[in-house]
């Protein structure tokens, strides 16, 4: 989390009150529950939420300083503001019953701050593919010219892809969505399934299925894992943006602002550098992956090695991907399109992309597949190398015309026909629930 | 894919000769369907069936080194094999409509047999956890004596996270059902939707939303990753075996086979090497999926770096994951387990894992935390210490027995109390069917 | 960088005041150069120099948001404050021949930072070491006793790692020790060679053999990967704490601070919380190799794409490792050691690791190395399966007694011979300049 | 290792039989310097030697189905072949002693190998910097045209990037050529330093400084970082390879071979494929460096988890990087370049590039340097939406020629003066030792 990639709800998110207000919330929603059990008096809860504590993160740091347990500081620093009654706080509890539980909701509430942008993202997505539905660009592998598709398509697979990301940030939404309040090794020593479950209830979370100590950590690889397909993605679309914003392609490009510079040295240049920060991005949140794989491997009824880990990668990954949907969005939307420069550059192949079509019309007129390859070839490579366009080479062809009338050959040289299902790629993409 | 790492059935599935059947029997579906459709002639595809071709991997390959071209090279060597109805084959085809299409079916099979597998290693865990239900043992974190837990409620731990990792590869194995039949840029120049689906079914695979030049990347990312999640659960399932079977705990261990050696110098050594085996093989696991994320941002329509990463990974990753299932589940139905020595290391500590059940006790009785704290732990660092044990440090402390009768501090050393929620756990780990 | 892991002068080194202070010493530098040129007014430099600038981090960003360019941004703030002689800063040069010098220039003293803490680090270890050199323990491969070393010998072998990572890192400050003022494509446009070497060394630095706008990245991931070798033996000698301080083991721990508490809920508790701390933070120095290794292959003349991968991993992952090493040096010096305890779970083998002695002692006598394995696997399996003693059983055993004389089987059971190498172990890893 | 990308020197060198014929040479020379010692009788070695062995890696397979342990099925096998005297191979050696230490054997060769290939690919760069060293083209930075370079200049950093590769690889292989034989935990129970040394020296390698069971694993961890990091290198030849020979760009391109198919359905199509081969198989050799870094934390003397992540990433990393730098050398050789399309797209730019330097004159002719800026912006702007040409614009622009005479603008826009430093930077590339 640097303040250039922290939007301001991440940065609150994270912050240490919230953090604090967490767990109070975990103690106070656990403390109801006991009270209807019995184990505490009655009207605890109220008492301290009436008192509208105003934690401050700064003492209880103070106080860890000599405890070295950040729980014990937080629970010491209760007792001095709210007094008797909090300590029938934490009661039977471990400190991970807090920790836990608070983080779960923690990650919740980011992973639907994602899941909402996710949908931003989306929406800017399907309505530039809509937009461009039909407009014909040359489709590219390898980075060669191939055959044409449309604008549309291209950005209606960024979409489906997109989706898929949304999906499995909600599937991750529900493996995380979990807390426990189980003790200090997972067996309700002290507590009871019952209390656990009716206190998550109320927090909006499931009890885990068997606790160590703390909740399993494969639940959280599983979040990483989705926050970093969902940035491979943007780097994908990133990627292509920063090919079509080439020099020698210019098809499309990033909103330039007003006053903005492009080099300090090249006043002209507009550089897709949100892109490439885009990219860089990526590999941040991508590194985090198995990280979180590595923190799986508890031992026993656990380790406190995951806990640093996600000290540092919680906040920096859901805050830097929050900040690349945002980012992503914007950039969707503002994306300048060059309609012509995508008809001169699909023009500049002379209609070599036809060739298959070529090819097919002679093997269906009976000629062996290999034997088609090879005539089409001749004509395209001589016309890749300047002698000629490849539909006049095609024509002048002895071997080719003696297979294809002119008017067969000049049939294949059809773009609406190549590109006659380009509305059902973007409505299908435009339709679909998970990409 | 080392031989040693490699089941047969692996071996198997990914040897050239299944991967240029899988190549034919797309082919076959797709002329099949073309065949209804009116642009082969009808009886093309059983033809070549009724030959019951032998394809021959060596020669592909050698024509291979003429063309650099895999997909060509195949359809060669079929039209040398089946003469003319060959050339209806790959008709509007492109390459990666055979390649990417019978990858899916592959990984399909290969994830089937990797889901059956982690069926099997979930049985024995289920077994194992039910047999040991009640079992106590000391409950460990930091590797230090917490609290008593059964040995049922930890294996029922790893049954859970097994039971998620299994439901992972399911999510992940419909993310990769998918193919394609969409030509060279995916937009159907020469075929369409329709064949594409009706071939597709015919395979079991559904037609990918929207088609690059190929299947997009973020599906095989997803299956990478539930993999990996499934490594690393065996992984801290052995690395607590490895704890286990250490000299000094030895709560449980590998089954030792007649014959087998522990060491060339030292006879009397019984290591735990499966486990550790396994550990490393999860680091090989896991190492994949960095590089699956990277294959996600493919140029344009396609570059085909991702192949390279494929070759390798696909075989290698899923083959070391059925072996890891194969050995873990061996393992589980294998493990020697002590449940005396257990007891005896439950008893090592002299009941100060009760020593919570006193504080709390301390604390019903009106005592502030901090205060019940600090009693508490008086008694246990003497004990700690050596000096008397911990209970009756406890009865000899005046400050404690102004609180709590001499029988309200022996009820708190109650191992049956503490283990009382045990049964309820591992049934309900048992009873998940997500974990 | 949260401030729960970031040592003060990495909170300073980090900040955006040094940040901008080290960009306007390259100016000046390079400023400088330029007057003895003829380039630019004699006195320039000076001059700015003596107005003693305060630059204002907020007032760059503020100008920064106009301008989305954050060297332009800065020139203007200088010129804001420094007036007409500013205009001469920058002349020919392009913003990377700023930040990537000022990037060199805030690395070579991270790792300054970080290898004088690794000297720190090695010389707890070198004390430490010595200090037991005599010690014995049992050595233990698998986890499983095996042969006895001492205690001076295991921390040695830390020692030698830490040194070979010092190294690393030296070699690494070599590397990334390199700045460049060759424009914006590299080619010295409107800068020289000449002008570069003579900014470089006074700022004692090396020009890049062949920049493109910016320093080559294979040198960052250099200082990356070092970095995470020397996290890594941290990692290992944290684990091997970790299983010292079991509770069955206790042969050493850390340090137990007055006041400190080890559970919320169990008082007694003394866990290795600083070690398992470490072994987290390795995952996350960990992390950032693999980004820095895809940042190398930057776009042509470059891209931007590494920018936010630094931005973000640059300051992370020095502060986390001088925060490791700060930890583990302390580690290491407030180590507490068992050495009765050592003892006490040495004597608890019964002697089992001299079947080895025992084994080559018969084969010394003419035996089969098969046979003799078997002989002394016979006595030694009834001695682990609690039958008799190790040496009383070989004893015991007419087929040992027909090879060996009891003087000779005696004289394997010699401690002091097992261990007569030790000192010169430890000597030699203490004596080492590189590991 | 896949035969596809496996180079036949390290099919053999990986093979079995090598394996097995590393372990003999290790044993034969312990015994060599064992009978010097007179520890085992003279002429033990030179006796074994005579016969020749033949080794049968099937049968040792055999017997390790029983052991289970492959050291102990390699000496029975040597045993059941040369008969008495075998018995004294081993002699007080843990396997350890012969699997690191001719690991150490394998890896140097390996290594050597690697080296060697990059000394060919660096000389194949050094041919076509040379070759290229004044031919201009564009430089890029963001994808986007920025300031002239020449293609020799470009190769020249490729070439530097290579040096510092194989000096990394040079470093390695110090790291790496060393063994132990020090016993079961390192202490030299059974042996001597004495005997290592020797033997080690007679393998012309040296001892480790403190050996556990077997040879510190951060020495591989820097030999995977430095494969890594070459194969980096070549990604970032490969990527750049793939952007010039894009349809758009054509200034290079790989090598066609006759009967090459570029596409089974697009017969003019170009693709540079084995560029896009070596981006993929770069980030299969960097996914093992995350593998190779968790490796180093073994627990105590030794586990074995290490073992399974180097059966497999050993063979197969050193195998891809051997494949790649044959590929890239090749590709190096045989790149097609075409100087007038390099011209062609730097003449695109209509001499933008040289607003740097007209921005440089009206600085020195003292306009500020904003003011300068934004002059230049103007008329770089109009040209760039098609207005006029860029020294049109100039010419035209009275705030301009106030301070600039049309000779002055003129002079700025001279190439050769932008690229005379060209010659100076690839020499200085050619005469680097380590780049």
């Not at 029938?88 to 991970?96: E, N, Q, R, V, Y």
């Not at 090695?305 to 000290?311: G, L, P, T, Y």
Request: hydrophobic share 45%; with cysteine; net charge neutral.
């Amino acid at each position: 989390m640097i303040p250039r990639y922290t939007p301001d709800d991440f940065a609150e998110l994270w912050s240490a009150s919230t953090r604090y207000a967490a767990w109070l919330s975990v103690e106070l929603a656990a403390c109801e529950v006991m009270e209807a059990d019995g184990r505490v008096p009655a009207g605890t809860a109220a008492k301290i939420r009436s008192l509208n504590l105003q934690l401050d993160p700064m003492r209880i740091e103070e106080i860890e300083k000599t405890t070295r347990h950040d729980v014990i500081a937080f629970l010491t620093h209760v007792e001095e503001l709210a007094g008797a009654p909090a300590r029938f706080l934490h009661l039977g509890m471990t400190s991970s019953d807090v920790l836990d539980t608070s983080l779960a909701l923690l990650l919740v509430r980011a992973t639907d701050k994602l899941i909402e942008r996710c949908d931003r993202y989306i929406d800017a997505l399907a309505k530039r593919a809509s937009e461009y539905e039909k407009t014909p660009m040359i489709g590219r592998s390898h980075g060669i010219h191939a055959e044409p598709v449309t604008f549309g398509v291209v950005l209606a697979g960024h979409l489906a892809e997109a989706k898929r990301g949304r999906t499995r940030l909600s599937a991750a939404r529900r493996e995380i969505a979990v807390g426990k309040l189980a003790g200090a090794v997972g067996t309700y020593a002290h507590l009871t399934p019952e209390i656990e479950r009716k206190t998550l209830a109320s927090l909006g979370l499931e009890p885990e299925t068997v606790s160590t100590q703390v909740v399993a950590r494969d639940r959280h690889a599983s979040l990483f894992f989705a926050m970093a397909s969902v940035a491979a993605g943007i780097e994908r679309l990133a990627t292509n943006l920063r090919h079509w914003q080439r020099t020698e392609v210019r098809e499309a490009e990033e909103r330039f602002q007003k006053g903005q510079k492009g080099s300090s040295a090249m006043p002209h240049k507009r550089n897709p550098i949100l892109s490439e920060n885009l990219c860089g991005l990526a590999r941040v949140v991508r590194a985090a992956v198995p990280a979180a794989l590595e923190n799986i491997a508890l031992w026993h009824e656990r380790d406190i090695s995951h806990s640093s880990v996600e000290r540092m990668f919680v906040p920096d990954i859901t805050t830097t991907l929050a900040f690349m949907l945002d980012r992503a969005a914007g950039m969707v939307d503002g994306l300048v399109v060059y309609p012509e420069a995508m008809k001169h550059n699909l023009d500049q192949s002379g209609g070599l992309f036809f060739s298959e079509a070529v090819m097919l019309a002679m093997i269906q007129k009976g000629r062996p597949r290999q034997k088609a390859y090879e005539l089409v070839q001749q004509s395209a490579m001589k016309a890749f190398h300047g002698e000629g366009a490849f539909l006049d080479n095609l024509l002048a062809d002895p071997a080719v015309i003696e297979v294809l009338s002119e008017a067969e050959v000049r049939r294949c040289f059809d773009l609406d026909h190549a590109l006659a299902h380009a509305s059902f790629i973007v409505q299908r993409s435009l339709a679909a629930k998970e990409g």
